[in-house]
Every structure is written in structure tokens, then in C-alpha cells.
């Protein structure tokens, strides 16, 4: 089992940053692909970024330019850096990561963390 815990949420300003972090904990071979998504009231989840166990990284256009995903393995933690925040951007954040565990590679969701920009 993985457990993922997100934190760093909060309520901002449009045009402020928040940096977003989660924490991977349990019993499992290697992580893979982690990443963060999103969902606004009454909207279905979305992604916003991804990361792959090498590093790659995928974005969704409206946060191109203004998020960045990183990873630091060692921590078993992704982190989602957010600038320039405007009010479509709240929702609440979910962290999400396959893991692979024996033979085969699961996907896990964190609980969400909730990010509010408002003036």
C-alpha cells in the first residue's frame, strides 16, 4: 500500500504563488509516475502535471508557464511550484503516483489539499 499526503494548499491572491507538496509513504518497490490534479466545483478532475521516474514532465496548457512539477526521489515527494495564480485556478489539488509493488504497478490518489485564489 502507498499512502500519499499533500499539503501546502491554502488561500492567495490572484497573481501569488503557493508551492504544493506531497509525501510518499509505504511498502513498495519504486515510484513512477507522480503528478497533480485538479477539480473545481462541479468539474471533473483534471491534470495539471505529471512527472515520470526519469523526470519528464507534461503540462496542461492554461498552467504552462506558470507551474512546475519536481520530484525528489530520495524524499519520495513531488512538488507542484505555482506562480502567477489567478481565480480559475482554485479547486482542490490531488496528488496522485504509480507505484510498483511485486509484480505489478498500482495508481494511488492522495486526499487533496484546497487552493483558493481570491482577492
Known amino acids: 500500500q502507498v499512502q500519499l499526503v499533500e499539503s501546502g494548499g491554502g488561500l492567495v491572491q490572484p497573481g501569488g504563488s503557493l508551492r504544493l507538496s506531497c509525501v510518499a509513504s509505504g511498502t513498495f518497490l519504486s515510484l513512477n509516475a507522480m503528478g497533480w490534479y485538479r477539480q473545481a466545483p462541479g468539474k471533473q478532475r483534471e491534470l495539471v502535471a505529471t512527472?515520470?521516474?526519469?523526470?519528464?514532465?507534461n503540462y496542461a496548457d492554461s498552467v504552462k508557464g506558470r507551474f512546475t512539477i519536481s520530484r525528489d526521489n530520495v524524499k519520495k515527494t513531488v512538488y507542484l511550484q505555482m506562480n502567477n495564480l489567478k481565480p480559475e485556478d482554485t479547486a482542490v489539488y490531488f496528488c496522485s503516483a504509480y507505484a510498483t509493488i511485486g509484480v505489478g504497478t498500482y495508481g494511488y490518489w492522495g486526499q487533496g489539499t484546497q487552493v483558493t485564489v481570491s482577492s
Open positions: 512527472s515520470s521516474a526519469g523526470g519528464s514532465t
